[in-house]
Antibody, heavy 121, light 103 residues
Framework: QVQLVQSGAEVKKPGASVKVSCKASGYTVTDYYIHWVRQAPGQGLEWMGVINPSAGSTIYAKKLQGRVTMTRDTSTTTVYMELSSLRSEDTALYYC??????????????WGQGTLVTVSS | DLQLTQSPSFLSASVGDRVTITCRANQGISNYLAWYQQKPGRAPKLLIY???TLQSGVPSRFSGSGSGTEFTFTISSLQPEDFATYYC?????FGQGTRLEIK
């Protein structure tokens, strides 16, 4: 069965970086894009960016460009999201999600369990 | 930039009720819209894509419709497990969410 398993919770100081992993299994990883979505406490969902695990190409949300980097390791079927220059507003639950597609319609059909990143001095 | 606005933001209803949530886009998006359910402490779950296509395994009491700029999501008869927050989405843009609570 399709699974996305994320790394554990992190506590970081302002200005530091965090790297969250998302290990995919149960399908051919290079066949589906992986998106990252975050959710601040009590808030809605915010799309952060996407990586094509096959080519390694990425598209990032304008708001995060320059601070976010998504990479992949196809040998371990793991995708990574690194966010730098952390500030308190980056405190959130971070999700990876598989980008499904049917007839040109795209959606997120499987999600990781989420990784809580807390930024605090 | 695309914006999706859901209404209402909060909805109180009873088991057995029929509820409808609206999602309005500020530009036409054909039927490229999905709906998700999120329960506290859990990842979102895909319910509907292409505005009206039910994801595999999702109960038929959930339905969606619409095209262009106005979309609706309906639960025909609320069950206890349906109390959650619902989001509409067009790939990189999410609505702000509708929290559905028990009356």
């Amino acid at each position: 069965q399709v699974q996305l398993v994320q790394s554990g919770a992190e506590v970081k100081k302002p200005g530091a970086s965090v790297k969250v992993s998302c290990k995919a299994s149960g399908y051919t990883v290079t066949d589906y894009y992986i998106h990252w979505v975050r959710q601040a406490p009590g808030q809605g969902l915010e799309w952060m960016g996407v990586i094509n695990p096959s080519a390694g190409s990425t598209i990032y949300a304008k708001k995060l460009q320059g601070r976010v980097t998504m990479t992949r390791d196809t040998s371990t079927t793991t995708v990574y999201m690194e966010l730098s220059s952390l500030r308190s507003e980056d405190t959130a639950l971070y999700y990876c999600a598989r980008g499904g597609s049917v007839g040109g319609h795209r959606f997120f059909d499987y999600w990781g369990q989420g990784t809580l990143v807390t930024v605090s001095s | 930039d695309l914006q999706l606005t859901q209404s209402p933001s909060f909805l109180s209803a009873s088991v057995g009720d029929r509820v409808t949530i609206t999602c309005r886009a500020n530009q036409g998006i054909s039927n490229y819209l999905a709906w998700y359910q999120q329960k506290p402490g859990r990842a979102p779950k895909l319910l509907i894509y292409a505005a009206s296509t039910l994801q595999s395994g999702v109960p038929s009491r959930f339905s969606g419709s619409g095209s262009g700029t106005e979309f609706t999501f309906t639960i025909s008869s609320l069950q206890p497990e349906d109390f959650a927050t619902y989001y509409c989405q067009q790939l990189t843009t999410f609505g702000q969410g509708t929290r559905l609570e028990i009356k």
